[in-house]
């Protein structure tokens, strides 16, 4: 019973399997620690290219989003601030080249990509003056750039279907009108997606 099983588990991860040559689709879950925010939760779908080869690419978005307290405060002549609580959305939109270092079923891989960065920041700020309280709500908008660094494992079910589980280092900034500065975008993400 035993040796069945070692040779099973031997044959899984050292088998040579590829996926097949296609055009497909990638949906994924994604968990992130990024700099100055809190942790973000969110997922995203892409379109993958499939060569048959080592080498393949993906095109797609990703949408991270936190909550916690707002990048910006707006000051409200004659009030006292009390809170300033807001939902922020950081959506990644770009290209992927990714490379599988060795074809197995259980196949380990790198890639870097390029994204467009749009950022998105609901707040929500609360003002006290004597005999009132103020509720205000807000939108504010950000966009700039973010390249990242990916290394993961593909696990290759049959040659249309994969599951895929990355790590991503994010380095990137976008421009925020409102601060009139430049905030960092500097963390890790991971993944698991599935290909189709």
Known sequence: MIPSIILAVSFIFSAPSIEEE???????????????????FGGGIGIIFVTGEKLGASIGFTVLKNKGESLYKVP??????I???SSKYLTLTGFELNYIL???NLSPFAGASINWVYFHEQSKSVYYAPGWKITSWDNYRGNGYCFTVVFG????LKPSLSIENKVTVLKGNFYYPVLKDKID??????TIGVRL
């Open 185 to 190: 975008i500097q963390g890790l993400s991971i």
């Open 102 to 104: 060795k074809e197995k």
């Open 83 to 85: 809170s300033s609580i």
């Open 76 to 81: 409200l002549a004659g009030t006292e601030l």
């Open 22 to 40: 296609r055009l497909g689709m990638e949906i994924s879950l994604s968990y992130a620690k990024l700099r100055d925010f809190p942790q973000s």
């Open 153 to 156: 494992l593909r696990y290759i």
